[in-house]
C-alpha cells in the first residue's frame, strides 16, 4: 500500500498520464520527421517488434498486447506516407 493521501495518489497518476501523453506526442513526432527522410525507419521498427515486451510482473504483463500498440503507432506512420 502506499502511504500518499487519495488526492495525492490520484495527482501523481494524473500526473504521469500526463507525462506518458506528451512523451508519445514527441516521440511520434519525431518518427514521422525521421521516417520522412528515411522511409526504411518504419520497416526496421516493425522489424524490431519482436524484442518487445512489457515490465509488468504477473498476470498484468501482456507482452502481445504493448506489441499491438506499437503496430498500431508503426501502421498508422506508414499510412501518413
Known amino acids: 500500500m502506499t ?3 487519495p488526492a495525492q495518489a490520484s495527482d501523481a497518476l494524473s500526473d504521469a498520464r500526463r507525462r506518458e501523453m506528451a ?20 520497416d526496421e521498427l516493425d522489424g524490431s517488434l519482436d524484442h518487445l515486451w512489457d515490465k509488468a510482473h504477473g ?8 506489441r499491438e500498440i506499437a ?11
Open 3 to 5: 502511504d500518499q493521501p
Open 23 to 42: 512523451v508519445e506526442h514527441l516521440l511520434f513526432g519525431t518518427i514521422r520527421f525521421v521516417a520522412q527522410r528515411h522511409p526504411e525507419l518504419l
Open 59 to 66: 498476470e498484468a504483463r501482456d507482452d502481445e498486447g504493448v
Open 71 to 81: 503496430r498500431r503507432f508503426i501502421k498508422s506512420l506508414h499510412a501518413e506516407r
